[in-house]
């Protein structure tokens, strides 16, 4: 969803991830995305899927991010959404989002995204996809803690606010954990670093719903 961040990549990568939200099957979704930099910046292609044979959604994105000045980072993603729910039929729409970053100083960062910033509507009723805000602040105090804080606000209904704490103790080892508002969530995240490629486990547990699972890779190409 943050276009932006691409602007800090310098090697070609390629990541993914499998999850399952509250233990249910119906809500698993998986998603792959290759990261290519060059010297007008760095581009994303990536593929998320979401559901069963029942229903099923797939988005098809194409990001695109670069440095604009020294503090300040910029990008744009365009989504192709697809909806298919068997005897009934399908349905695709675009979406436009978002996003900058800007180093306030050494240890505080500061960042926005503005999803689906075109209001698009998909099937013959026009259902409208989320709008959503979100805004964030980073601070890292040292090179091995980070605090996050960030406001997340869809257009139709109210705001969440997150919070995050992520712990390095080891260069190869990583500890996340953090708290949603309204919906009262408890996260948390371990990562793992075996010769630059990454695996994470990830977990938010809901006080009514139950606990939802993500794991994920990231692997690099080159030094």
């Known amino acids: 969803m943050d276009p932006a961040s691409l602007a800090m990549g310098h090697q070609i990568r390629f990541a993914g991830q499998t999850g399952q939200r509250y233990n249910l099957k119906p809500l698993s979704h998986q998603n792959f995305a290759g990261e290519i930099p060059s010297r007008w910046g760095n581009f994303a292609l990536g593929i998320q899927t979401f559901g069963v044979k029942q229903y099923k959604e797939s988005t098809f994105s194409l990001a695109y991010g670069r440095r604009i ?4 980072l910029g990008g744009v993603t365009v989504n192709m959404y697809s909806l298919s729910i068997p005897n009934y039929g399908s349905a695709t729409t675009v979406g436009i989002s978002l996003a ?3 180093n306030l100083n050494d240890n505080i960062r500061w960042g926005t995204i503005l999803h689906n910033i075109n209001g ?3 099937g ?3 259902d409208p996809l ?3 805000i979100l805004s964030a602040l980073s601070f890292h105090p040292t ?3 980070s605090i996050q804080i960030e406001w997340e606000q869809d ?3 109210a705001g969440h606010l997150k919070t995050g704490f992520s712990f390095q103790p080891k260069d190869w080892l990583s500890l996340h954990t953090g708290f949603i508002s309204g919906t009262g969530q408890v996260t948390g995240a371990i990562g793992v670093n075996f010769h630059q490629v990454n695996i994470n486990y990830a977990m938010a547990n809901h006080p009514q719903l139950g606990p939802s699972h993500w794991m994920g890779f990231s692997i690099p190409l080159g030094q």
Do not use: G, H, R, Y
């Open 120 to 122: 698009p509507t998909i």
């Open 155 to 157: 257009t139709a209904f």
């Open 143 to 145: 090179k091995k803690i």
């Open 130 to 132: 989320p709008q959503l």
């Open 124 to 126: 013959k009723s026009k």
């Open 100 to 102: 900058w970053q800007v």
């Open 69 to 72: 000045k020294q503090k300040l």
